[in-house]
């Protein structure tokens, strides 16, 4: 997923008024410290669902290829894993284990 835009969240965050580019900036501190968990907590305190849809697309795509390389995005869930980043021996294995 390549982001829409070549802005990142810190320079999103430092042009959205507050609360949430407060928001995006303390996810963007806690996201370079390893703390996804801390990050997603954030987010999800944060997160205004009423939001222009560009911008929502244009946080989403940003924080969801700053995750991919480290094989992790932004669910429902929190920062995760998910089964798209599985090797065929991981996603087999949880297969056989499920039956």
Do not use: C
Request: glycine residues 8%; aromatic residues 12%.
């Amino acid at each position: 997923m390549r982001p829409t835009t070549n802005r990142s969240l810190r320079e999103i965050a430092n042009a959205t008024a507050p609360p949430l580019g407060t928001i995006i900036g303390r996810f963007v501190d806690e996201y370079q410290k390893g703390d996804y968990e801390a990050g997603f907590r954030i987010l999800l305190t944060g997160w205004d669902y009423r939001m222009p849809e560009p911008l929502y697309q244009e946080i989403a795509s940003i924080v969801n290829t700053s995750l991919a390389p480290k094989e992790l995005e932004l669910t429902g869930h929190g920062i995760l894993r998910s089964f798209r980043f599985w090797s065929p021996a991981e996603k087999s294995a949880y297969l056989t284990a499920a039956t």
